[in-house]
């Protein structure tokens, strides 16, 4: 199926048994790869015996063709989701961490162990299961990884001040990987979706469940995955068909230090408008080039002008 291949792959996919997470991983099995189908969900089957998610996943995916096994473990315990790969497959080539919960709560209101259990799925569970196979990536020289993070952490939405801290963190966390990985042909991208599952139902426009599908997220996520796509330290906001890519933007900014005078609150009150003008905004690809830009600032009060 298609021009992108995945023949020989090993692609493992977390939260795999449902949403997204379903979508990619029999996108991927239909493409040659295989597939470890990560999800510790399961499902009501019959007159009530639970059958793990994952589980129906593998057999649709060989139903198609495909190669894939299960496994069922938390992402807090990366080391074990990698071993299923390299147990069955020899080696690990791509990452989807995209198992996820939500403990929607207003601030005050939240308890300090659902702040604690969304970090820990999403950002410690991303953490636990790249660090697991960077350094056979690292080895191998090649990698494919996907951080799976949320317009909620970009924007900010009302209830999920503990799912934005995490679904951010992993910008952060995905921005430095890409600088480390790429020597090792390590892409390291991240995506904001937005589509209709069983996660999102509850806050989605009612109506909207044919538009939204997580068949409109899948495509991007198996293009920056494959061997032909150079993009790295990329982040992608999409939804029902709608695929761009999101910068920081910084104002022009406005210099209040002068030689011989401190500088005061009253500095920045007064040059208020000046600091947040974006009407002459830039946008900055590295640390590096805000040391460039912080020089040119002290550069220009010495000479005082
Ligand atoms: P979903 O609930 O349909 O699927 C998530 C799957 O992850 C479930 O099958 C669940 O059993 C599994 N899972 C949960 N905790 C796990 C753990 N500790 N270890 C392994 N598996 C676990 O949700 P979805 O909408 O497909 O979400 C996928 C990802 O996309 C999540 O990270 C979510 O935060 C993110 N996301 C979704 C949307 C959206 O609109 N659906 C928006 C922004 C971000």
Redesign the pocket.
Known sequence: MGDLRFDGKVVLV?????????EYAIEFGKRGAHVVV????STQNGVGSPTK?ADLVVEEIRRNGGSAVANY????FGDKLVKTALDNFGKIDVVI??????RDQTFSRMKEQEWDLILK??LK?SFSVTKAAWDHMKKQGYGRIIM?????GIYGNFGQSN?SAA?LGLVGFANTLALEGVKYGIHVNTI?????????EKV?PPGSEKE?L?AHIMPLVVYLCHDSCTENGGLFEL?GGLISKLRWQRTKGAVLREIGREMTPEDVKENWSAVTDFSEADSLNSIDELSIKIGEAIARIRAGD
């Open positions: 977390t939260g795999a048994g449902a949403g997204l997470g379903r990560n999800d510790i969900g998610v473990d938390s992402v807090e961490n995209n198992a996820g919960i939500l799925v999403h569970g799976t993070s949320s317009p909620a799912y679904k904001a979706p937005t589509a209709w599952t069983k996660l999102s989605m939204l997580p939804a």
